[in-house]
Structures are given as C-alpha cells and as structure tokens.
C-alpha cells in the first residue's frame, strides 16, 4: 500500500474526529411544553439517595420557592430554597443544561447547594434525575 493513502485516511479521520467535537449537542427543550409548572408544584419525595445526609423531600411551593426537608446527623430540617425550570449552569468553563434547578444553603456551612435534574415520565410518575437523587411526585 501507498504511504500517502494513509496519510490522507489519517487526515480525513482527523478532521472527521475535529469537527464531531465542535457539533453542540442539543438538549431535549420541549420539557417546559410536556409539563407545566401546575404540573410540577407539588410535594416530591427522594426515591432513592446516592450521599447519606441530604435532601429527603421537596415541596415545589409557588414559581420559584421550595420548601426542601433536609435531614443529617443533627436531625431533620427545614430550608428555603429556589427553583427555576430549562437553563444553562455553567462551572469551570462547562456548561449544564438543566431541566429543573434546585438551589440551597446547605445547613451547618455558609455554602449554596446546586441541583440540576432532568424531568422525564417514569411509569405513569413524573421524575426528576440527577446524578445526587432520584425525585418522584407525590
């Protein structure tokens, strides 16, 4: 075989991988068309918990305020949080396209929480998804 065939199979597959990598991938946007907020507002329960110590429940109350019940090795509490449907959040320069955002002060430290799920129908229940908690609406 010819050197120069695979040096311009070489360069097509380059330019091929290069160009792939600057394609934006789209995110499902419809979400605010399948469900309203009417559909949304509502008590939410944690399904299931990937960290020991968080969220257990959340009351989506109103727009944008949520009433989060959090429960560690002190106990059960009660946050105020905010929530906010389809955006982008962006962090060291990535950016994340979310569904439904959650957002907190995390008791015991002066930090903010962040939660961004995606909403989707999960046998006839409407689920949030991320990568801390599962959600399903009471």
């Known amino acids: 075989m010819n050197v120069t065939?695979?040096?311009?199979l070489f360069y097509i597959s380059l330019i091929a991988?290069?160009?792939?990598?600057?394609?934006?991938?789209?995110?499902?946007t419809d979400t605010e068309e399948?469900?309203?907020n009417a559909d949304l507002i509502g008590m939410w329960k944690v399904k299931n918990l990937t960290q020991s110590g968080e969220i257990r429940s959340v009351e989506l109350v109103n727009d944008s305020i949520a009433d989060?019940?959090?429960?560690?090795?002190?106990g059960e509490r009660h946050l105020?949080?905010?929530?906010?449907?389809?955006?982008?959040?962006?962090?060291?320069?990535?950016?994340?396209?979310?569904d439904?955002?959650?957002?907190?002060?995390?008791?015991?430290?002066?930090?903010?929480?962040?939660?961004l799920g995606s909403l989707e129908e999960i046998a006839g229940k409407l689920t949030i998804s991320s990568t801390k908690a599962t959600l399903e609406k009471l």
């Open 34 to 36: 399948k469900f309203a």
């Open 5 to 8: 065939w695979f040096k311009t």
């Open 68 to 74: 989060i019940v959090f429960k560690d090795s002190s």
């Open 17 to 28: 991988i290069v160009l792939h990598s600057c394609v934006e991938v789209k995110h499902d």
């Open 100 to 115: 439904i955002k959650l957002s907190y002060e995390h008791p015991g430290s002066n930090s903010s929480r962040i939660l």
């Open 80 to 98: 105020t949080g905010k929530w906010k449907r389809s955006g982008t959040e962006s962090a060291g320069g990535i950016n994340f396209v979310y």
